[in-house]
């Protein structure tokens, strides 16, 4: 993405070494760290404006968790005897 427009921020030069210093810290540019930070407060916004939706999703899937277990482990299983199954083929073969 190309700029296209410029932001000039005032702040005092202990602010701006600070910033400059996590921006480093985090492998960006000044400029790059300060337009992801604008990115991810806008991203918080917008998550509380859904928070209730959000709340409720992750009650069903808190829910529903303990199925998804047990059906995993039950696939694991199966792999397994399937598994086992296809190794005692090949010994039997050889006898």
Same mark, same amino acid.
């Given at each position: 993405m190309s700029a @296209?427009?410029?932001? $000039?921020?005032?702040m005092p030069p202990a602010e701006k070494q600070s910033l400059d210093a996590r921006?480093? &810290?985090?492998?960006?540019? @000044?400029?790059?760290? $300060?337009?992801r930070r604008v990115?991810?407060?806008?991203?918080?916004?917008?998550?509380?404006?859904? &928070?209730e939706e959000i709340e409720a999703l992750l009650t069903i899937l808190e829910s529903s968790a303990p199925s998804m277990l047990a059906n995993l482990d039950k696939a694991i299983a199966d792999t397994a005897a399937l598994n086992d199954f296809i190794t005692n083929l090949g010994t039997k073969s050889d006898q």
């Open positions: @296209t427009a410029r932001l $000039v921020v005032q921006a480093r &810290r985090a492998g960006l540019t @000044t400029s790059e760290f $300060v337009r990115a991810e407060d806008s991203i918080e916004s917008e998550l509380e404006d859904h &928070r």
